[in-house]
């Protein structure tokens, strides 16, 4: 069964917040639920599935339908699969769509590091000493910079890209982040001022790193005939692909993630290839993340990436593949230290024809949202989507 | 410069005889006797064919950096790597008493023994050789 036009995205919601220190993380939620729900021009009373992940408050689906009131779920999904969950939730409603499990699916992200001070790049992070690597690595100080960090070294080392490539991908968020008035950076940047900013993690400078934010979105996943009795531009799934990536019991290899699998996969199933895509949201924790990821999924070659970032190549209206057009996680916002959601958000305005008009592509029928969660140095998830407006 | 305090691992029923070892100077690391590789990190399963069919060999403490950064923003900066050990797996540990700077991929490296916080458990780091 593929779910190739079983299922649309019929309505979107980004918090505007990017410090909620008057907020709960509750509140948070139900806030971007209704504002996706407002979107599509549903109520809540037709939600009757409900997807979250790791970022939402105790019981996770249990708590926040219990907080949001949601009374007619017939079916919820809390895979966490960190900041990749909420593309591969958008996979998973379109399965439950078409297996006719459900119709109208809610899928919420919100967060608020920064209101908590949450050190999120920089601290070694315990998942606890139930998780079996815990005892083997926690002990050398892995952190999400240095973990990233270390795939940019051996990038580097393999293919001779270099940290001005890199830093290419930041300015391309820059250029695209002047025209978000939400934007946490607004400050279009150049290449010298990222490889000048402070060394955080060989060779992760601090502007090759995301920002911290507090904040939020939903996507409302709807079948077909209620996509039919709306009134929202027609965004259809196409195809989706997942897989996790781990360290292969050793068998280390730093150089790939995760997209090498789930990308063919999305790609297979909604018939198109990677020269089709119009815009793409990618994952951008880190430029490295974006380099890597932009091969894994075939833009380019393995090792032609810093080739493929560089002159402007990701900018909106200049180069080939207009990334992030938001400003992305390098310079709009990343809640919950969570960028899947949000990297949903951009593709479908832009398929839309919503993005803003600075950045906003021509003709935008197709695009991809991909998404990277955990540590793209140990074990990570990964999830791909490719949607049509209709 | 002062080094960073290691963490102490806190060992499991399944790993408690692996962070004995390394007490006596010994790290041990998982070999899959149905497919004749080692692995790591330890477990009692083999993490190429499920098959409780391991065993641990005692690692030679040689090895090579196969990928490594430096954490400039924290008051005891330090080194993350991975080193590819002799036999063949890879494992994640620290690169010490060295010039950071002076490091590379490639490198080799050799095995040292450190004192994680406690003073109770020693634990696998590398350093060039």
């Not at chain 1, 060989?202 to 009795?229: F, K, T, W």
Request: with cysteine; glycine share 10%; proline share 5%.
């Amino acid at each position: 069964m593929s779910i190739k036009g079983k299922a649309y995205i019929a309505g979107i919601y980004e918090h505007p917040t990017r410090k909620a220190t008057d907020k709960s993380l509750a509140q948070l939620h139900a806030e971007v639920a209704k504002g996706a729900l407002d979107d599509a021009g549903l109520t809540v009373d037709d939600v009757d599935a409900y997807f979250c992940a790791g970022d939402a408050p105790g019981l996770g689906p249990l708590s926040m339908a219990d907080y949001m009131g949601l009374r007619n779920l017939r079916h919820v999904d809390s895979t966490d699969v960190g900041g990749s969950s909420y593309v591969l939730h958008v996979g998973h409603a379109a399965e439950a769509i078409a297996a006719g499990k459900c119709k109208v699916a809610l899928i919420t992200l919100a967060g608020r590091p920064r209101s908590e001070g949450m050190a999120t790049g920089t601290a070694p992070r315990n998942y606890g000493s139930g998780a079996p690597d815990v005892q083997f690595e926690f002990p050398y100080g892995p952190t999400v910079v240095n973990m990233y960090a270390m795939c940019a070294m051996r990038h580097m080392h393999e293919y001779g890209t270099t940290s001005e490539q890199l830093a290419w991908i930041k300015v391309a968020a820059s250029h695209h982040a002047q025209h978000n008035p939400h934007a946490m950076l607004r400050n279009v940047v150049t290449v010298e001022d990222v490889v000048n900013s402070p060394m955080i993690a060989d060779p992760l400078h601090r502007l090759d790193c995301c920002v911290i934010s507090d904040g939020g979105g939903a996507i409302v996943v709807v079948a077909p005939e209620i996509m039919n009795s709306l009134k929202r531009p027609k965004i259809k799934i196409l195809g989706a692909g997942e897989a996790p990536k781990h360290q292969m019991g050793g068998e280390i290899d730093l150089t790939y993630s995760g997209a090498r699998w789930s990308g063919p996969i999305a790609f297979a199933e909604a018939g198109v290839k990677p020269s089709d895509i119009k815009y793409a949201s990618i994952y951008d924790s880190f430029t490295i993340t974006v380099l890597m990821q932009l091969e894994d999924l075939g833009f380019c070659e393995k090792g032609q990436g810093g080739k493929f970032v560089a002159d402007g190549n990701l900018i909106s209206g200049t180069g080939k593949l207009p990334f992030n057009t938001d400003g992305g996680g390098l310079c709009n916002n990343h809640p919950a230290n969570r960028g899947g959601l949000t990297k949903v958000l951009e593709a479908v305005r832009q398929a839309r024809g919503e993005a803003h008009p600075a950045v906003q592509v021509k003709n935008c029928d197709l695009v991809l949202a991909h998404g990277t969660g955990g540590s793209l140095g140990s074990r990570h998830g990964s999830a791909t989507l490719i949607l049509e407006r209709e | 410069m002062a080094e960073r305090k290691i963490p102490a691992p806190e060992p499991n029923p399944e790993t408690e005889a692996f962070w004995a070892a390394c007490n006596e100077g010994k790290l041990m690391i998982g070999k899959c006797n149905d497919t004749g590789k080692t692995y790591w990190y330890p477990r009692a399963l083999s993490p190429f064919t499920l098959s409780d069919n391991t065993t641990t060999v005692q690692a030679s403490g040689n090895g090579k950096i196969y990928s490594y950064s430096v954490m400039r923003r924290s008051p005891e900066p330090y080194c993350i790597a991975y080193v590819t050990l002799d036999e063949g797996t890879t494992m994640m540990t620290n690169i010490v008493d060295c010039d950071f700077d002076s490091l590379k991929i490639g490198q080799a490296v050799k095995l040292v023994w450190k004192d994680t916080e406690g003073g109770k458990q020693k634990i696998a780091c590398f350093t060039p050789a």
